[in-house]
């Protein structure tokens, strides 16, 4: 299992201020920074050597601080939470809920750490730069690629991770390489803003039928242990 470390601390370089790039990544972060609750669609891609092995989709919720649920409804019915104590999969399928302490967890969804901490890109990032090579999914948005800051990584673990922001700087992609030509990308749409939600939301409760393991996590829901 390759993961990414969890909640890093970051220290950063932003494009020169006063560009049209700087004013779209302050919009960005004014935007989800002032946000308790979010919520989204997604679709997930999991490339191998730029090939596609496994396309998920379903929703997404964030609760700061540090607080976050991934209901994949497309093509199977998984559970990805972080209740802020634990982190949880749980597959309905195989009846088996997985569990491991979120301080222990390194997972992928890492650069997604800003959107349930009080965290700017400046703590993510240890320099952000505009990937003119690289296309958009859409057109108009922009492409950006950050630098992790060296902490400490598992093996196999990539440092440059690209975001695609829309002219409204909302978070419209994020791409996430690792070693061997493996490539995780997320697509987000229909952004909510201190939508009402739950607590409930944010707790995991297994059913009566279900098996608690205690162990490592996979490294995308669709793609079983």
Request: proline share 8%.
């Amino acid at each position: 299992m390759r993961f990414f470390c969890t909640l890093i601390l970051f220290c950063v370089t932003l494009v020169p201020a006063g560009t049209a790039d700087d004013r779209l990544l302050k919009l960005f972060e004014s935007q989800y920074g002032s946000a308790q609750t979010l919520q989204a669609t997604f679709l997930e891609r999991y490339r191998d050597n730029g090939r596609i092995v496994q396309v998920e989709s379903g929703e997404a919720y964030f609760l700061r601080p540090g607080k976050m649920r991934w209901d994949y409804q497309a093509p199977e019915k998984n559970i990805f939470l972080v209740d802020g104590k634990y982190v949880w999969f749980y597959s309905p399928a195989d009846h088996t809920a997985t569990r491991m302490p979120a301080k222990q967890s390194e997972d992928w969804r890492t650069p997604l750490a800003f959107l349930t901490s009080h965290m700017k890109l400046s703590r993510l990032c240890s320099k952000i730069d505009v990937a003119p090579d690289q296309k958009p999914a859409l057109p108009g948005n922009s492409v950006y690629s950050c630098t992790r800051r060296a902490a400490p990584e598992p093996v196999g673990a990539v440092r440059a991770v690209l975001f695609e922001l829309s002219p409204q700087g909302e978070l419209s992609r994020i791409v996430i390489p690792q070693e061997g030509g493996i490539t995780l990308e997320f697509s987000f749409a229909a952004w909510r803003w201190n939508p009402a939600l739950d607590k409930s939301v944010f707790q995991f409760v297994p059913p009566g039928d279900a098996v608690i393991v205690d162990g490592l996590l996979p490294d995308t829901p669709g793609m079983r242990q």
